[in-house]
């Protein structure tokens, strides 16, 4: 069953503009991930960040993790019409250890 | 370079008509799944291989099987293809996790897509 939610499922921005995408979810996990996917291709692994950290940053992605909420988001600075995509957050949980996706987010990034 | 690739890109079928999909990894990983993305949602996830073992999602329907001959390869045969099957079909790697892990990165391939006439 899908554990995370996705807000929006939408967002459209003009080049240059800081992107968030947040994402919800309902049981207790060991970490959490984001992923990318341009469309018609398979999915790229951005980020993951452990259940004990609250943020962590990889060059213009910054991810935050409030366990206490249940719920992540993920920052794109100074955007760039090739960061288009759909973006979903993927969590881990118990001894399970497959990841369980969101439903994601179509980013439309504007020349 | 290290990859997951899947052969077919694009494959179509008839209603009916028995098809295998495959994946194939040079990354070396001791975990293979298969997940099935419909239009505008996420990957559902339908088995994975830990090594030699093979875990089954409760929900995948009997139609879709799975082999897996050597680390290498991976295949999805769905026995009888119905029109609700079509979908991207996504494989992915992994390694396993090892004690005190907390799960680890997945490596997807391009996926293939199914049509079913």
């Known amino acids: 069953s899908q554990q995370g939610e996705e807000d929006p499922q939408a967002l459209s921005i003009q080049e240059g503009e800081n992107a968030t995408m947040n994402c919800s979810y309902k049981t207790s996990i060991n970490n959490l991930q984001w992923y990318r996917q341009n469309s018609g291709r398979g999915l790229v692994h951005l980020i993951l960040?452990?259940?004990?950290?609250r943020e962590k940053h990889s060059g213009r992605l910054r991810v935050t993790l409030d366990t206490s909420k249940k719920s992540s988001s993920l920052l794109i600075t100074a955007s760039r019409a090739a960061d288009t995509a759909s973006y979903f957050c993927a969590t881990v949980s118990g001894s399970a250890r497959q990841l369980t996706f969101g439903s994601g987010t179509q980013l439309t990034v504007l020349p | 370079d290290a990859m997951v690739i899947q052969n077919p890109r694009y494959q179509v079928t008839q209603f009916g008509k028995p098809v295998t999909l495959s994946c194939s990894q040079t990354?070396?990983?001791?975990?293979m799944y298969w997940y099935q993305q419909k239009s505008s949602q996420a990957p559902k996830l339908l088995f994975h291989?830990?090594?030699?073992?093979?875990?089954n999602e409760a929900d995948t329907p009997d139609n879709f099987q799975s082999r897996r001959p050597n680390t290498s390869f991976c295949f999805l045969d769905i026995r009888s293809p119905g029109l609700g099957d079509a979908a991207m079909y996504l494989c992915?790697?992994?390694?396993?996790?090892?004690?005190?892990?907390?799960?680890?990165?997945?490596?997807f391939g391009p996926g293939t897509r199914l049509l079913v006439l």
């Open positions: 291989y830990y090594d030699k073992d093979f875990n």
């Open positions: 992915a790697t992994s390694r396993r996790p090892t004690s005190g892990s907390v799960g680890e990165t997945q490596y």
């Open positions: 990354l070396n990983h001791n975990v």
């Open positions: 960040i452990r259940s004990n950290e």
